[in-house]
T-cell receptor
């Protein structure tokens, strides 16, 4: 199994530019999560999807952030326009929710490190 | 407001000793609690899960306790090794689909 795949691994952009982060969850997993990690705030939940439907986006900082999951194997997190305070590592994670044998553990990707200048 | 607290200062211990990390929470009623390990530049990796009706869980050198009265979980690594050096995160879920993380505690095991 290839695990959760995120791209790009590193992104450096200038303030005001659009940023798109991509995630491919583990095949067969029906829940997908986007987290943001900074030294100051730790690992924050931004949004999560269940069966491709956004369930809770209360962690999305503001309207500049949007996330989509057009199918079970792909999700994007978009920031438009980006600002320096968006600099962080963005993690995508997936799991198989609802199975009687599921422990609920999350499988994380390696993250996308974003730097906004 | 809901809060998960882990020691923000790094824990430094000598190889062979037992490391004990603490996770306290307020205004949560988690159905279960999980512990993850995170190495620099990597994503968190799941270690253990303990449910609200369980007092203790063990896996090899790892032990987790869960006290819903104190609203606290303790994570122990016995016979610690330098390879155990990492950041350890606790995470709570009140429901099946949402997992909220603490900020993590960095553990350094010295030879």
């Amino acid at each position: 199994d290839a695990g959760v795949i995120q791209s790009p691994r590193h992104e450096v952009t200038e303030m005001g530019q659009e940023v798109t982060l991509r995630c491919k969850p583990i095949s067969g997993h029906n829940s997908l999560f986007w987290y943001r990690q900074t030294m100051m705030r730790g690992l924050e939940l931004l949004i999560y999807f269940n069966n491709n439907v956004p369930i809770d986006d209360s962690g999305m900082p503001e309207d500049r952030f949007s996330a989509k999951m057009p199918n079970a194997s792909f999700s994007t997190l978009k920031i438009q326009p980006s600002e320096p305070r968006d600099s962080a590592v963005y993690f995508c994670a997936s799991r198989n929710s609802g199975s009687v044998t599921s422990t609920g553990e999350l499988f994380f990707g390696e993250g996308s490190r974003l730097t906004v200048l | 407001s809901q809060k998960i607290e882990q020691n923000s200062e790094a824990l430094n211990i000598q190889e062979g000793k037992t490391a004990t990390l603490t996770c306290n929470y307020t205004n949560y009623s988690p159905a279960y609690l999980q512990w993850y390990r995170q190495d620099p530049g990597r994503g968190p990796v799941f270690l253990l899960l303990i449910r609200e009706n369980e007092k203790e869980k063990r896996k090899e050198r790892l032990k987790v306790t869960f006290d819903t009265t104190l609203k606290q979980s303790l994570f122990h690594i016995t016979a610690s090794q330098p390879a155990d050096s990492a950041t350890y995160l606790c995470a709570l879920s009140g429901g099946y689909n949402k997992l909220i993380f603490g900020a993590g505690t960095r553990l350094a095991v010295h030879p």
